[in-house]
């Protein structure tokens, strides 16, 4: 037996606790792995809430990452005691995820442990980081150097926010954080921010085009505020938009694109290629400052976690969630 966070479903009710859980109960895998650590996000926390229909079949684990040590393996890849990690890939989702003691998974869907990341850091990374690792990626790819001028950060005081900040203050960029949470404003001066923008100036309708401001942006919210964003971008600048924290929509128009050659630029950390998940786990070894993550992250019980998801949602909660299960470094 396993304790694990149940979500199920009776008569069109969803009904979530902790379980215990027979071992046989795990789902198919070549790897079956003991959590270390898991996480709460902003996806764990709607399905764990029911406010999006974000788990596809029932009675599921959720948790859409984990660090943890291989227990059993028949993939060629690993082997008993190997440290791994795991982001998305519907963990969580479709497959059994991260929010219980144990794991089974499918070894491709797994990434070996960078040096010299910690199980227990990998978690304060989590996926939350290593999109914005990839954010921070995509943006190098369209040509967004320092000395073009500063990078917009959206929900800067949230966990892709945050590790964006920090990963780009430490890389030369100049960050402008934007936070609906102005107490929040020391917090992301300590990782890096060189300015600090109240997100009401992006929440209302703007211009078609506004003045440019930003090299460009990693932006979490979507809607309205991804729609202002484009339009204060500076000629051929990149936004990587990863997240619809405002909103699923864009209302915005082509301008930016068509007159200032604005590239919008999607960042998907769910079914990412295996060689971008190890190049942006090796940068993220290599670019952020580990001792950053002491601000950003903090611990949440297992047994504290389904409370904190309504928490989380409505937006009080600050930077990372780290969910100790069980034995790690």
């Avoid at 684990?61 to 059993?72: K, L, R």
């Avoid at 914005?132 to 000395?147: N, S």
């Avoid at 020391?186 to 703007?206: C, N």
């Avoid at 992250?297 to 009080?316: E, T, W």
Wanted: proline fraction near 5%.
């Amino acid at each position: 037996m396993f304790k694990a966070i149940l979500i199920d479903k009776q008569n069109d009710a969803q009904q979530v606790r902790l379980a215990e859980v027979n071992e046989a109960e795990l789902p198919e895998g070549d790897v079956t792995v003991r959590v270390a650590y898991s996480t709460l996000n902003y996806k764990d926390a709607l399905a764990i809430t029911g406010k999006s229909p974000i788990v596809r079949s029932y009675p599921m684990v959720p948790g859409i990452d984990f660090s943890g040590t291989v227990e059993q393996s028949s993939h060629p890849d690993y082997k008993p005691g190997d440290a791994v990690v795991l982001n998305g890939w519907g963990v969580g989702e479709k497959h059994w995820g991260g929010l219980a003691e144990l794991a089974s998974v499918k070894g491709d869907w797994l990434v070996p442990l960078q040096a010299p990341i910690t199980l227990r850091q990998a978690m304060g990374i989590g996926t939350a980081g290593y999109t914005a690792m990839l954010c921070v990626m995509a943006l190098e790819r369209h040509g967004v150097t320092p000395d073009q001028g500063d990078i917009l950060v959206t929900g800067a005081a949230g966990g892709v926010g945050s590790v964006a900040v920090a990963i780009l203050a430490k890389l030369g960029y100049s960050v402008a954080a934007v936070t609906g949470r102005p107490q929040e404003a020391e917090y992301l001066r300590a990782l890096g921010a060189s300015q600090v923008l109240e997100r009401a100036e992006f929440a209302e309708k703007g211009k078609p085009l506004a003045k440019e401001r930003w090299a460009g942006a990693v932006d979490v919210a979507g809607g309205q505020v991804l729609a202002n964003v484009l339009a204060g971008i500076k000629y051929r600048g990149t936004v990587a938009a990863c997240g619809l924290a405002a909103g699923m929509g864009l209302p915005a128009t082509v301008a930016p694109f068509i007159l200032r050659g604005v590239t919008l630029a999607g960042v998907d950390s769910v079914m990412c290629p295996k060689s971008d998940r190890l190049e942006a786990w090796r940068r993220l070894a290599a670019d952020l400052d580990l001792g950053k993550l002491g601000d950003v992250v903090h611990d949440l019980a297992l047994d504290a976690v389904i409370p904190a998801a309504g928490r989380l949602i409505d937006g009080q909660v600050r930077g990372r969630v780290v969910v100790p299960i069980g034995a790690g470094a």
